[in-house]
């Protein structure tokens, strides 16, 4: 639980989906995909094998050696970076100020977390046999880390998984030093060297070692697994071989000199002994009755293992002695929190109540219940809210291959007839900033010059759209077209996940496109459903929303010409080529330049139209301290959960 | 003498010319016209009660059992029965009532224009709010971009219109200035019920009150449509099962029984993740698909007891074919029961629309439903009017269908008639 396990970040880094409203992300764990394949519905059948891993002869080590200068990377302990933080910044309250104070303003908020954020000054001020009741919004379908593909996964993952990297809450990737001895990379960027630590084991004994590292690389390249993971595979695709050269060190061998190689050679691990004869007759690992019971009772590198699991209820785990103990001797921080039971709580109105009762001791809060249900004596009674920025946008897609949407002109005909203001102001509580393309307006990777921000302009609408040749030449109302000898209607679906305050943005959108003669029918649809269809690019228009990834070069596969997760068609020359210098670009001010040329080129497109960028929203339980917040909400990186603790 | 089914129910009959004549327009004239007023005098003193929801029925004046030695038909004879339960009959007069509220539910609220003189020409704008299309042009094309109000008056000076009794719209927010001296809809948690929301508005601002009248419209056509749709089919399925009995009957019989297994919300959720698009047509079509299995087993139970009888025979002497026996003479004598699973039935579908609404499933915005502003409600649960208003609305609609499903089934029952007594 200490550490963020770094496969995650590849996962994560890629580029998340999120069908949510500015409500509420409560299910988007639902539609948090790493890739295509991943849902059922949509890899039902076996899919097609990729082509097989090209044997490669790896040098001995010491030829390796003599030839390649290496450079030292960070092997950093991340609860030591917080213990440092939190020198820098000493609470500007006492603690009981803090748990009375209401967090009625943005400065309330940062008392809030700098003081109950902190992590214990002395260890009897933790209750070490201590439970905590999280959250799920969603039940976890798989316990494989390689196969991980929802929010809930990755939240049960992060704190049973082993990986040798991590990233701290700016998201600057290093190695773990729990894990990792010594992290180095060679001078002309094509070899990584990791020395792991002796003392690690496998929750059933056996020691976690190199082999383990080349061994899951060997799976997930695999002609048979790959298709079924194709997320964490888009990184190791990349990676030309990794090998082991003896139980602590192992070798990643790079195709390309790339920037982005860091976020490549971060992977899940999984124990060779248990999978090496068993993977290749069951390739999604999850059927046969030998991987079935492996499901149920995975086997744990990290700080906890499931010790119970009720399949829609809830998964407790407990931390591994074994973890932070080795031969009788204390190696690692024991985790501060003895025992952490999930809950799954698809509702966000059933959790609000059970974190009242005192059921729940975290919960996502909606942007509805942290304005408007989150005041009460009530709520304050058990419990104090805290909230960070994130880097997550919605938006509504414009598929770019329907007739409808193949100019730019109607493109920004869309951004200027949405009542942008409306939705910030009152649909979503005014808790949102307006988002202003693809990248975090606070993060480096955006564009210095602050792009026009689009405001609701009917006319200007109109304009556009009879420029573009949408008129109403019949009379009925309704704008058309001639397209390829046919006069088509301006009419189409957007598609929405079924969610009261989403919808309700959908339903704006239709109002003032009805306003100016376009009929859009709103349609919501099932996560699942709607994912499956975007994926299909069966849509014309859709309201869904990214989550963050470490590294803007993640973001390629949304927008590249034909990227699996392109769904609106987006295709530019200019932009694909701008990816590629960004993989090979290591100065970070010029990839910043590279970057926000690919934000300013998108946003000048309006592949989109870009809405707000969203805020997490957290209830924690008084008795909780330690969270804080990072552009990845207050888990997703490292410490993350490891660093929070109950008091006694 | 040729026996009629009617007759065998009323020991005054006369005879009829012509076996199986109608029944219902055999009334005597002063009989109806004393139906008449009994109607006026229930609307009179239950009217304004149902307006305002308030469930106790009226004191009325103690219904004297009218008892007259005219004959009367069948029908006639259920319907004094029926009259004289007070609870069915106020539960009449108000489905009655929500009717008339879904007829005329553009001019009760709205923002467009019940009539108006624009340019010359006279428009009903407010029939947009029935069917889009049937909303001028003419303002699209004018940029009036669904303001009416202001507009109207800026665009053509000539201009004239009459307006709905409230100005508010249920698929839209009302904003400021468009009306005079009426605010901007409160929005996010704010829109309690106040004098320009009289139900108080969604999180998004539309007026509950809007919602509500113009979601009447829906929640009847459901009920109507999707029932009507069952009865058609079990009727007829019914009939010739009774009718025919043998292979026939075995068939229908096995098919009602499939049917009947068929669980109809799992069903419409499956058309939902199966079809693209999903409108309020499909759901309507899955209830009626799969609720007419009670009517077609009523109708064949009645057609079974009704084959033997005399003026079956008798129609089929004077040679008439099966078709003409099953629809023209049998069916109308075994309607009474058959109306009683129809009633209930149009309740049970109402309660699947909201309960579809309500998980997310109804017809899409900006279709106005009762079920979606629950669900609205039960995501912002401190707003209570979200929940009280439409939850009132569809119990007191449900309930005042199964009082007249349960009047309708013992004013036509002989046995359960003489109970009553």
Redesign the interface.
Known sequence: MRRFWPWMTLLLGGWLLIYSGC?SRTDSGSAQTSGPGDEPSISANEPEPLPPLEPFDPPPLHELEAKVEWIDRPVRDAMKLRREYDAAHPAPISVQEALALRNTSAENNEKILLTLGKLPTDDNQVNWDATVNRRLTMDVKRTNPLFFSSVSEGEVSSLIGFGLFSIDWNLEPFAAAEHVVEWKTSKDGLYDLVVMRDDLTWSDGYPITAHDVAFSFQVIMDSKVGPHIPAIRSGTEELRWVQAYDDRTVVFFHKEPLATNVWNIMFPVIPEHIYKDSYRDDPQMSTSPYHQELELNPISGGPYKIVKRERGREIVLEAREDYYIYKGKQVREKPYIKRVRFKIVED??TALLALEKGDLDESML?A?QW???TNSDAFYAKNTKVSGPEWTFFYFGWNMNTPYFNDVRVRRAMSYAFNHK?ML???C?GLYQPCLGIFAPDSWMAPKKRPMQYQQD??KA?DLLDEAGWV?SD????RDKEVNGKRIKFEF?ILVS????R??I???L??NL????I?C????L?AA?MQERMFKK?FVAAFSGWGAGADPSTSDNIWKTGAPRNFVGFSNKEVDDLFKQGEREFDREKRAEIYGRIAEIIYDEQPYTFLYNMSSFYGFNKQLRGYMFSPRGPFGYSPGFGSVWVTK | MTSHPGDHKQPHGESPERPGDEALPRQAPEDAAGLGAAIESEAATSGPEVVGFSVPAPAAEPQEPIERDVPRGYWAEAWLRFRRRRLAMTALLFVVFLALVAIFSPAIVGTKPIVCKYKGEIYFPCLGYFN??W???I???D?????YAGNLKEKDPESWAIWPLIYQDP???VREGEWPAQPANP???YGSPNRYNLFGT????VDVFAIMVHGTRIALLVGFVSMGIAAAIGITLGALAGYFRGWVDALISRLIEIVMCVPTLVLILAL??VL??ITIWHLMAAIGLTGWTSIARLTRAEFIKLREADFVSAAKALGAGPSRIMFRHILRNAMAPVLVPITFGIASAILIEGGLSFL??GP???TPSWG?IL??G?????MWWLIVFPGLAIFLTVLAYNLIGEGLQEATDPRLREAGR
């Open positions: 409500g966000n109105n909606g509805a304005q408007a249900q409306e102001d009152d649909l509580y009917l006319d109109e109403d009379g009925d109302g309704i679906d079924n969610k009261p305050d919808i309700a959908c339903n704006l239709r109002e009805e306003s100016i003669g009929i029918h709103v349609r919501p099932e459903v069966e | 889009r299309s909303e001028n042009a303002f699209t094309k940029r009036f971009r669904n303001v698929e839209r927010r929005t996010r948690n969604t999180p998004a601002g939902i993740a693209p698009k997310g499933f899409p915005p900006p979606r669900a609205e039960q995501q912002n649960n401190t």
